[in-house]
């Protein structure tokens, strides 16, 4: 099911510029969050983890 959910989503994504864009910015700002969680977490400087999203959109939904 995981795989065809990606695949429905590419599609989507591929469809609408406008989508695409909204989903680019939820990743950027969902990492950003997530990045500061982790630093909290693990008592680690904010520095320790990359400030830039170290994967791309299509990267996250390719198949595993």
Same mark, same amino acid.
Request: with cysteine; net charge negative.
């Given at each position: 099911?995981?795989?065809? &959910?990606?695949?429905?989503? &590419?599609?989507?994504?591929?469809?609408? +510029?406008? #989508?695409?864009?909204? %989903? *680019?910015?939820? #990743? #950027? +700002? %969902?990492?950003?969050? @997530?990045? +500061? *969680? %982790? @630093? @909290?977490?693990?008592?680690?400087?904010?520095? @320790?983890?990359?400030?830039?999203?170290?994967?791309?959109?299509?990267?996250?939904?390719?198949?595993?």
């Amino acid at each position: 099911p995981r795989i065809e &959910q990606r695949r429905e989503l &590419q599609y989507d994504l591929e469809s609408s +510029k406008t #989508l695409r864009n909204h %989903a *680019q910015s939820v #990743l #950027l +700002k %969902a990492y950003a969050t @997530a990045r +500061k *969680q %982790a @630093a @909290a977490e693990t008592e680690m400087e904010l520095r @320790a983890f990359p400030s830039r999203c170290p994967w791309e959109l299509n990267d996250l939904l390719e198949d595993e």
